[in-house]
């Protein structure tokens, strides 16, 4: 049976709804489907995120086993990754909105909306990548663990689905400011994991003992 726990399970979820960051991903959307009829938009949500996931499960599989095979440290890869997520977080809180960065160059061509800029950078960020290889550490997490790990990045993966069919719906409600303000708090979440990640890095490559701080 998978030894984590349920405040594991809480944090790994936090963490990866908030790298994925479902809301934030709405104004993506609206973008997209610009223009596309409408009774294709459920068609170029399902495709997004679909490919999503293929992205994010090839990551949660063989992100490690390429660090390793090229000879990287995981806790190496846990302080870049910490630091890079910090910057994510910091743009996430002070930068431009989630929509308006990553829409800027995309083209409107009805499906191809699906995977630029929807699927990608969007909802398969590069902080979602490497959220996922650290989460799913190889010599720290058994194989059920990491199953657990990509059964939580489902979960979050069919939110973000349920989110983008009720899109229509949830723009009467919280509009794209409501989306880009949920967003900013989330980047102060983010900021806190992206320290953590750091410290449990130098931890690993042993320059801190953070067992013994208390």
Do not use: C
Not at 98 to 125: C, N, Q, T, W, Y
Not at 151 to 168: E, P, Y
């Amino acid at each position: 049976m998978p030894a984590i726990d349920l405040e594991t399970l809480i944090r790994e979820f936090i963490t990866l709804f908030v790298v994925i960051d479902p809301i934030g991903t709405l104004p993506v959307f609206y973008f997209a489907v610009a223009g596309v009829p409408e009774k294709l938009h459920w068609r170029l949500a399902v495709r997004g995120v679909l490919v999503a996931a293929i992205v994010l499960m090839a990551f949660l599989v063989l992100g490690q086993v390429v660090l390793e095979a090229i000879g990287l440290r995981l806790g190496s890869f846990q302080i870049a990754g910490g630091l890079i997520l910090f910057v994510f977080a910091m743009q996430m809180i002070f930068g431009e909105a989630k929509a308006e960065r990553e829409i800027e160059a995309a083209e409107k061509d009805h499906m191809s909306g699906a995977v630029f800029p929807l699927a990608m950078p969007s909802i398969a960020s590069p902080g979602a990548m490497l959220a996922i290889v650290i989460l799913t550490d190889n010599n720290r997490n058994s194989i059920p663990d990491q199953a657990v790990t990509a059964g939580l990045l489902v979960v979050v993966l069919l939110i973000t689905l349920l989110l983008l069919l009720l899109a229509s719906r949830l723009k009467r409600v919280i509009g794209n400011t409501g989306a880009n303000v949920i967003s900013q708090v989330m980047g102060m979440i983010l900021a806190t994991v992206a320290v953590d990640a750091v410290l449990s890095g130098l931890e690993v490559v042993g320059v801190l003992n953070l067992a013994g701080a208390g």
